[in-house]
């Protein structure tokens, strides 16, 4: 029998059942790239030249084969350390960012503490995302009238309501004690000639006050009435306004002299 296979590029573990072959009688596998080792069998019987040129193979005339080296067990400790310190950068990193977003959502729905005890009347301290949404993000749309202090928008809260948000302008810290001050008068004050206050907010810079709204339209839109149809307001009614509004400043003259 004759098994002849030199310069075929065969690869791999050098077969061990080629020495099962009894009645082999010429083997060549020169010139190849094989490796292990080679049975002893083999090696006595065919001549060193039938495996040259495989510098894998091992055994007698090949030199000692050598075991596979055993993983270090260092290594698997550097990758385990690695691994826990890069768990612990990535979980201090998430309760940062969690925390960061936390303060963040706080101040978009912080308050100021105003003394409310003292109110007449249930005055309520509003989230500025909810006025936001009630006028829409004060949408030019919704402006009722605007001056030098102060714009007015109607809204419209999450109840259906609908309500005056007097949006303070060029607000600064030194009118901050004013504001408050202010706040808390036409909370604690109830009279018939006055529009009551039903909630405020401070965020950020913003200085809201929330007022009732009256759905008869303003002073200025009964006394300057659009288009052809409309009429002037009639002598007798603009008398009752002038008493009505001479009556409420009135008593915050003498209810409220700092004012």
């Known amino acids: 029998m004759y098994l002849i296979s030199r310069t ?3 690869m791999g573990q050098f077969p061990e059942q080629v020495s099962n072959l009894t009645r082999l009688k010429t083997f060549n596998v020169s010139d190849n790239l094989l490796s292990g080792e080679v049975p002893p069998v083999i090696l006595q019987s065919f001549n060193f030249s039938s495996f040259a040129n495989n510098t894998g193979l091992c055994s007698g005339s090949f030199g000692a084969c050598r075991s596979p080296p055993k993983p270090h067990k260092q290594s698997h400790n550097s990758i385990i350390i690695g691994l826990a310190i890069g768990a612990g950068i990535f979980l201090v990193l998430a309760i940062v960012v969690v925390f960061y977003l936390y ?3 706080t101040k978009r729905r912080r308050s100021c503490n105003i003394n409310i005890s003292m109110f007449a009347q249930s005055i309520t301290k509003m989230w500025l995302i909810d006025i936001l949404k009630a006028t829409d993000n004060f949408n030019k749309d919704n402006i009722i009238s605007a001056g ?4 007015m928008y109607i809204g419209t809260l999450e109840d259906g309501s609908l309500v005056v948000v007097k949006r303070l302008q060029d607000y600064h810290k030194n009118s901050h004690k ?4 202010e706040m ?3 909370g604690s004050t109830r009279h018939p000639n006055l529009v009551p206050l039903l909630g405020f907010c401070i965020a950020r810079r913003e200085r809201l006050l929330i007022y009732k ?6 002073l200025y839109q009964h006394l300057h009435p659009a288009g052809s149809e409309g009429k002037p307001m009639e002598w007798r009614l603009r008398l009752q306004i002038s008493i009505g509004v001479a009556r409420g400043l009135a008593w915050l003259h003498h209810h409220y002299n700092h004012l």
Do not use: A, K, M, P
């Open 184 to 186: 808390e008068t036409l």
């Open 213 to 218: 709204y009256l759905h008869n339209g303003t």
């Open 103 to 105: 303060l963040q959502s």
């Open 148 to 151: 030098r202090t102060c714009t």
């Open 8 to 10: 075929n590029q065969l």
């Open 178 to 181: 004013h504001f408050i001050s």
